[in-house]
């Protein structure tokens, strides 16, 4: 149950870039697979595709949200005083945060992942190292 409140807790905190992401998924799809992913997100989340990811204020605003997001989850952290989610305990909360930080180095432009992975002074490049050497993955 624990796990269950820390998942939809943290995808509440990310939501903003999940619309990014499936932007730039559909840039890297194959051909054939585009207009199905398209069409069924906007069915997903009842929004044109075109709206998806608009540059401006809105875009802007996301991202700050975003920001602060991986804010409040790093001072968790911090409070902790700890390396991971549970503490000095490696969980199952660290694998869900760790594979939506995966999912972000893979999909978004290097730009934006360098973004993401330099706040919290470089935290979120870290995480994926540790989880790496952890899961032995590197």
């Known amino acids: 149950m624990l796990i269950r409140v820390f998942d939809s807790a943290h995808l509440n905190d990310v939501h903003p870039i999940i619309k990014l992401i499936c932007v730039r998924v559909a840039e890297i799809l194959n051909p054939a697979s585009v207009e ?9 989340f009842h929004l044109p595709w075109e709206d998806f990811s608009p540059e401006g204020p809105k875009h802007d605003g996301d991202w700050a949200y975003l920001e602060q997001s991986f804010n409040k989850g ?13 503490g000095d305990t490696f969980s199952y909360a660290d694998i869900i945060v ?6 972000y180095k ?7 992942w360098a973004r993401i992975s330099s706040w919290n002074g470089g935290r979120w490049a ?7 050497q952890e899961c032995h993955l590197a």
Do not use: H
């Open 106 to 112: 893979r999909v978004l432009k290097e730009d934006e």
């Open 74 to 86: 790093e001072a968790l952290r911090e409070k902790s005083g700890e390396e991971w989610v549970m």
């Open 98 to 103: 760790a594979s939506r930080l995966f999912w």
């Open 36 to 44: 199905y992913f398209c069409r069924t997100r906007s069915e997903r």
């Open 126 to 132: 870290k995480v994926l190292d540790k989880i790496q």
